[in-house]
């Protein structure tokens, strides 16, 4: 099937950030673009396109994960469900029906590219509870390891209205935090943003880029968008604070094109919001300073010298534990004279760490029956003294 080409490019400053530079990308699909909204029916010509565009960065060697709408309204469509505003226990039970649907259509487009699609359902507790919070982590993690293209969702079937996250676009820039993704891309029904909203104001002055986001920059969003959305420009505005916060960069585009990813990489216009530090950064500096240390870990000189090395801290290098705390957990690392080397997240709980302290990490099956990281504090969770 021959598909439409792209928009025509616009002249892009210079200074703005090119797509292909980004190793891992998180692409947020809202419901408004995948569903038609007078059929309740998926647009699936526009989610084949979309798929061409992921695969294409996949085969480039970038990690896609895709933060997907939709089931809502799909499961309505199929239940036949009012047009109302639907009560809480409907839109689980639409969730639940479209949620099925869904998945299936991204697993058969992407596997129409030759791209696995794995799914992953997630609710704030996720992201806001510390185990959970390492395990959805984790998995990601391995699913980008395979190959695969994470399609993440909020867990609609499950979540209430105090608990959801009420939009996918701030989903999204948790999700872009929690995995260190250097890129969010924000698929909208509109191609960036504006000193005002522009259907109300002719006047409005389009942005390309946001170096960081001000009151000034807050003030310009709008309200809620189409009936299918939950979001608008002021979500997206939250979004980015999120996930500019947390390292990465965002971008808001249209994605009313036909492969409005590729559309991007060709320089159509597109509002870029810049981070102020790359997401390692963020993140390391999230440890040294914003989480309290619930216990410390005393090392011998030989685990200080391979830290120093860029090494992970291994349990053998462990000579003392203090403190009661969870796998997950900032600990405080010390060497033999007691003066402090650095921090970390810790991989086990207080009681495993004293278990395997001293041990070499073969022994650690067998001493805490179950297959746990190697490393008692891993090189990505630890940050250095000077």
Request: glycine residues 10%.
């Amino acid at each position: 099937m021959t598909r439409p080409a792209a928009p025509a490019p616009v002249e892009t400053p210079a200074a703005l950030p090119q797509l292909s530079s980004f190793r891992r990308i998180v692409v947020k699909v809202g419901s408004a673009l995948l569903v038609d909204s007078a059929r309740g029916a998926l647009r699936h010509a526009w989610l084949a396109a979309l798929a061409e565009d992921v695969a294409s960065l996949h085969r480039e060697g970038k990690q896609v994960l895709v933060v997907s709408s939709g089931a809502i309204a799909l499961g309505r469509n199929i239940l036949k469900l009012p047009r109302r505003p639907l009560k809480l226990e409907e839109s689980q039970a639409a969730a639940a029906v479209g949620q099925i649907a869904l998945s299936r259509a991204w697993s058969e487009a992407l596997a129409h590219e030759g791209v696995n699609a794995g799914q992953i359902l997630i609710t704030l507790g996720d992201t806001e509870e510390r185990r959970r919070y390492l395990n959805a982590r984790s998995t990601i993690a391995k699913l980008l390891e395979l190959k695969v293209v994470p399609v993440i969702n909020e867990n609609d079937t499950v979540a209430t209205s105090e608990i959801r996250y009420g939009d996918n676009d701030r989903l999204a820039a948790r999700v872009a935090g929690m995995t260190s993704a250097d890129l969010l891309v924000l698929l909208s029904d509109i191609d960036g943003l504006y000193t005002a909203p522009p259907n109300d104001n002719p006047d409005a002055a389009f942005l390309p880029l946001v170096p960081r986001i001000t009151a000034e920059i807050e003030a310009m969003a709008g309200g809620t968008g189409t009936e299918l959305s939950r979001g608008g420009m002021k979500t997206k505005i939250e979004a980015g604070k999120i996930a500019t916060t947390a390292g990465a960069h965002m971008v808001i585009a249209s994605g009313k094109v036909k492969n409005p990813l590729r559309a991007v990489e060709q320089g159509t216009r597109c509002t870029w919001f810049l981070a102020p530090a790359t997401p390692v950064a963020s993140r390391k500096r999230w440890i040294a300073g914003a989480l309290e240390p619930r216990g410390v870990l005393h090392l011998d000189a030989g685990a200080v010298a391979a830290l120093r090395r860029g090494s992970s801290l291994l349990p053998a290098g462990v000579k003392r534990v203090e403190g009661v705390f969870e796998r997950g957990d900032a600990v405080i690392l010390r060497g033999p004279d007691g003066a402090e080397v650095g921090r970390g997240l810790v991989a086990y709980d207080h009681d495993h760490a004293e278990r395997i302290k001293g041990k070499s990490s073969d022994e650690i099956v067998g001493i805490t029956g179950f297959e746990g990281r190697s490393a008692m504090v891993h090189r990505d969770d630890l940050v250095l003294g000077g």
